[in-house]
């Protein structure tokens, strides 16, 4: 059994039962390892978390790569990866979980206080996404590269937290492209 395989059984028990039933042991019993091993390979919870987020963050970063990639166009390849987000969201089943009954769980991964000793969900999917960010993109973002793309990252999840909309994907998509395309 490998890190890599714990992590996605903990990504089918946050689908399952939530983010607040993940634990060593539950993976561990899921996966059919003894607990030692779950804590021998993570050492905590927390790990196991970090673990789990990391491997979303390149999930979504390979996606975000992808959606548009064949657009010349750099308004329309951003328009291919806010309409890809939002279905993304959409689609990602631990991620309604939490959504639906325990949302606190997102809104603490969302934002950032004077004491929090990590970014929040959006800082490190910014950090995750800009190095991919090609020169034709990050010379039309407005009004730079890091805050067109946090812009577009901010709208996304505040349609993930309130997905009800008067607006479809792609009027939300045209509008964050009005805004940071320059």
Excluded at 25 to 52: E, H
Aim: aromatic letters at 4%.
């Amino acid at each position: 059994m490998d890190r890599d395989r714990l992590v996605e059984v903990g990504v089918a028990l946050v689908s399952r039962f939530g983010a607040k039933a993940l634990s060593l042991t539950s993976v561990a019993r899921q996966a059919g390892v003894a607990r030692a091993t779950a804590y021998r390979m993570f050492g905590g919870r927390d790990a196991l978390v970090a673990a789990i987020m990391a491997r979303e963050l390149e999930q979504l970063r390979v996606q975000m790569k992808a959606w548009g990639a064949e657009q010349p166009d750099v308004s329309e390849r951003i328009r291919d990866r806010v309409r890809g987000s939002l279905a993304y969201i959409r689609e990602h089943e631990a991620l309604q979980y939490v959504l639906r009954n325990e949302p606190e769980e997102v809104v603490r991964a969302l934002i950032t206080t004077s004491d929090a000793d990590r970014p929040s969900l959006i800082e490190m999917i910014v950090d995750a996404t800009l190095p991919d960010v090609v020169e034709d993109e990050a010379a039309a973002l407005y009004p730079n590269v890091r805050a067109g793309s946090e812009f577009m990252v901010r709208v996304v999840y505040s349609c993930m937290l309130v997905p009800g909309s008067s607006m479809s994907d792609d009027e939300i998509a045209d509008m964050v492209v009005r805004a940071v395309v320059r």
